[in-house]
């Protein structure tokens, strides 16, 4: 039975339903290629800021490392003739000496990549070996390059020669010294050089020089902050005459002796309140004077060259490393210019060299007082604005160290017998830089 139809006038009309709008043709190259009719559109406001935040970063990143990359190539270029020169089968390759130790407050890590990131790219650019003194705590490298000094005096005949002959280090480097001699194979005999990363390490070094060739070359702990009660305090106890006396019990089970029982235990060489004999330095700065001149010291040392190591902690430095990682180009720049200059040695110079506005050297001009003060100021301030840098709590002296040796927080003690054979690897000048870019 069909539904009876509503009478007219009881209900309202149907509604009447719009046209739908005409879809937009498709693409027909979309539709091709297989690609959906996508309707483009702008993102909110929320997806604008954060995609153009880190598009911002992540181009500055990019930009950065392309740049750096650049920069860094432009330099190893400048060096890689030096590899290409033919080396004699007999000869050994060209040798410098890094010296790189732990920034205070940090471990070695950040040291060994600095080092991996700047400086070792133009050294195997360059064919150049290297050997590393490296120091874990304040104090390691010095001690590492007075040790080295003192072995060297040693071997020409200062000291104590029987350390010299049953250290079995020196027994085998004498034996493959006399093997290469059989073979005919001869050291380099050019300039060296030593390559010092960031302000803690220089002022080790510094310090481990003066104390190599002016300290004694066998330990004597003459300094006034050794104390003579380093070694072990042992109590001895002379025997007393005789007597018939039997001693008085004073308790139970006790009796009176005039000989302890248990004599007292001598205090251990380790007590944290007394220095360790094996990290005290054989001089101090104040007996730098009084020290006589080793016979073995040469007219000039190695040349020395302090690279730039910025390293900055804490949250409240995370503006300054950032801006920093963000313009590693112009470190890399900077550095790749003073090992360049390591590299092909334009020249070897005095720190105390330093041209005057007239263009005399301060020797020429003032008798050589004002280039003893050039030269002394220039070792004392080189880095010095890196130590801006360093953590609060290792900027200052704890109370326990009241009257101890700190390198790091003590102000940098000069002889002039020590600064006057100190010499640096000249400046790379801008007229070469170009000739060597024309070169190649």
């Known amino acids: 039975m069909a539904d009876p139809q509503p009478p007219p006038g009881s209900g309202s009309p149907p509604p009447i339903s719009k046209p739908l709008p005409a879809r937009k043709p498709r693409n027909p190259l979309w539709r091709m290629m297989g690609i959906p009719n996508l309707k483009l559109k702008l993102p909110s406001r929320n997806w604008l800021i954060f995609l153009s935040v880190t598009g911002s970063f992540t181009a500055a990143v990019l930009y950065d490392r392309h740049a750096k990359k650049k920069v860094q190539q432009k330099w190893c270029s400048l060096v890689s003739h030096l590899a290409d020169e033919p080396l004699a089968v007999t000869a050994m390759p060209r040798r410098v000496t890094i010296f790189l130790?732990?920034?205070?407050?940090?471990?070695?890590?950040?040291?060994?990549?600095?080092?991996?990131?700047?400086?070792?790219?133009?050294?195997?650019?360059?064919?150049?070996?290297?050997?590393v003194i490296e120091g874990r705590k304040e104090g390691d490298v010095q001690r590492g390059l007075a040790e080295k000094l003192r072995l060297a005096r040693r071997r020409s005949g200062e000291g104590d020669q029987v350390v010299l002959a049953n250290d079995e280090r020196e027994a085998e480097r004498v034996a493959g010294a006399e093997s290469k001699r059989q073979r005919g194979i001869r050291e380099y005999d050019g300039v060296r050089g030593d390559i010092i990363l960031g302000r803690h390490t220089w002022k080790e070094y510094v310090r481990g020089l003066h104390e190599g060739w002016l300290g004694p070359v066998d330990p004597t702990w003459s300094s006034p902050s050794e104390p003579a009660s380093l070694d072990p305090v042992v109590t001895e106890f002379a025997p007393s005459e005789p007597t018939t006396q039997e001693p008085q019990s004073s308790g139970p089970g006790e009796t009176n002796s005039?000989?302890?029982?248990?004599?007292?235990?001598?205090?251990?060489?380790?007590?944290?309140?007394?220095?360790?004999?094996?990290?005290?330095?054989?001089?101090?700065?104040?007996?730098?004077?009084?020290?006589?001149?080793?016979?073995?010291i040469p007219p000039s040392f190695d040349p020395s060259t302090p690279i730039s190591f910025p390293h900055v902690l804490g949250f409240l430095n995370t503006p300054t490393r950032l801006y920093r990682f963000l313009t590693r180009r112009y470190l890399a720049d900077a550095i790749g210019r003073q090992v360049t200059s390591i590299?092909?040695?334009?020249?070897?110079?005095?720190?105390?060299?330093?041209?005057?506005?007239?263009?005399?050297?301060?020797?020429?001009?003032?008798?050589g007082e004002l280039a003893e003060a050039a030269g002394l100021d220039a070792i004392r301030t080189a880095l010095e604005h890196e130590e801006e840098d360093w953590r609060k709590d290792v900027r200052k002296r704890d109370k326990d160290q009241e009257g101890q040796e700190r390198v790091w927080?003590?102000?940098?003690?000069?002889?002039?017998?020590?600064?006057?054979?100190?010499?640096r690897f000249a400046a790379l000048p801008n007229g070469e830089v170009e000739r060597l870019e024309k070169t190649e």
């Open 101 to 131: 130790s732990a920034p205070p407050g940090d471990g070695l890590s950040p040291a060994r990549e600095h080092f991996r990131e700047y400086v070792k790219p133009l050294l195997v650019a360059a064919a150049i070996d290297w050997e």
């Open 258 to 296: 005039p000989h302890p029982t248990n004599p007292p235990d001598p205090p251990s060489s380790t007590d944290s309140s007394k220095p360790n004999p094996d990290t005290l330095p054989f001089i101090s700065p104040s007996q730098y004077p009084s020290a006589p001149t080793p016979p073995s």
């Open 343 to 367: 590299v092909i040695a334009p020249g070897v110079q005095r720190w105390d060299y330093r041209l005057l506005d007239d263009g005399r050297s301060p020797s020429e001009s003032s008798g």
């Open 409 to 423: 927080l003590d102000d940098i003690a000069l002889d002039p017998r020590i600064t006057s054979r100190m010499t």
